[in-house]
């Protein structure tokens, strides 16, 4: 049989018959449909890493240092902080280094810094002023024991397929910076950004001829940008050092979506017992790191609920899918 899977095929009702017959199993893609499971039977290691993007947590207004804790107790293997959460611990007094001590004692892995700069910027001088920026919160993510920062295109509105090489050479001088720092910018797809296709993030990548050029997926993305899932699996996966995972709904389609709607991994119809043996074959074993902005959850859950959900559903997806190859 084809195993031909697009967009469309994913968004199909007819999904879970044509996942049984793949897989010779039956799979509901309804999180609420699996047994629940108590955080005790957890703690199977798997071959990738649970972490959590901190953009979860935005709503409660957390130090950055008691999201870690709390994101330690909840059971994450990784996270991602903010850069604007680090500046304002940094501002009341607290320092980089006490953040990696508190990373190192409670075994998490700091897999990316979210931060935000104009270093794409068709404007000389807002490019120069992005350097700087990067360049100050490279040093911050280095003393605090951090190998990589999210770099999404910014300043621009849209992208000039007659200015690719030029997009190559601004993310090679940001690539250049991280080989001073020690701190490798990820070229970030968004959906509804000026770079959103995959085709795309890869084309650029390539381009720069660097040896860590690397870019940034997130499953509602890849979706939200129309990306079809057939080829995912092109990507070397080793070269990914984490991905964004949640899910989206079969409706409204997928350009009329925003980033409130994304769900908890297996409340949506996103075919993860698919992609992930995909990406697992293709080498990735980095972080599976959460990331969501949904205000529901945020008006119905604490903040410990919230973490316990987001671990424990997405645990259970990624291992349902792994156990499935």
């Known amino acids: 049989m084809k195993n031909k899977i697009s967009r469309r095929k994913a968004l199909s009702t007819s999904l879970k018959v044509s996942l049984a017959a793949i897989g010779g199993y039956a799979f509901n893609s309804s999180e609420q449909d699996l047994p ?3 955080n005790t039977s957890l703690k199977k290691k798997l071959p990738v890493r649970i972490s959590l993007n901190t953009s979860t947590l935005l709503h409660y207004k957390l130090d950055v240092d008691v999201q870690i804790d709390m994101i330690a107790d909840a059971g994450f293997d990784g996270v991602e902080l903010w850069m604007r959460d680090i500046q304002a611990y940094l501002e009341k007094g607290g320092k980089a280094e006490e953040l990696r001590r508190k990373l190192e004692d409670r075994g998490v892995i700091l897999e990316n810094i979210i931060g935000f700069s104009k270093w794409c910027s068709d404007i000389p001088d807002e490019r120069e002023k992005a350097l700087e920026q990067l360049r100050e919160e490279m040093m911050i993510i280095a003393a605090m024991g951090g190998k990589y920062i999210a770099a999404p295109v910014q300043g621009i509105e849209s992208l000039d397929s007659n200015k690719f090489d030029d997009y190559a050479e601004r993310y090679n001088a940001i690539l250049n910076l991280g080989d001073e720092t020690g701190v490798t910018p990820i070229l970030e797809l968004w959906g ?4 959103n296709k995959v085709a795309d993030c890869a084309h650029i990548a390539i381009a720069t001829g660097h040896p860590k050029a690397t870019i940034l997926l997130d499953f509602y993305h890849v979706h939200r940008g129309g990306n079809d899932w057939d080829t995912i699996d092109i990507l070397n996966g080793q070269r990914l050092p984490v991905m964004h995972i949640n899910d989206y709904p079969s ?3 997928y ?3 925003k980033d409130s709607d994304r769900v908890l991994p297996g409340e949506g119809v996103c075919p993860f017992n698919i992609l992930i043996p995909k990406l697992y074959k293709s080498g990735f074993r980095g972080g599976f790191s959460v990331e969501l902005f949904n205000k529901e959850y945020w008006e ?3 903040a410990e609920t919230m973490l316990k959900n987001s671990y424990e559903k997405t645990y259970r997806v990624v291992e349902r899918a792994l156990a499935k190859m």
């Open 192 to 195: 509804m950004g000026a770079l």
């Open 255 to 257: 350009e009329l979506l």
């Open 36 to 38: 629940y499971v108590e």
């Open 251 to 253: 409706s409204p389609s």
């Open 300 to 302: 119905s859950m604490d």
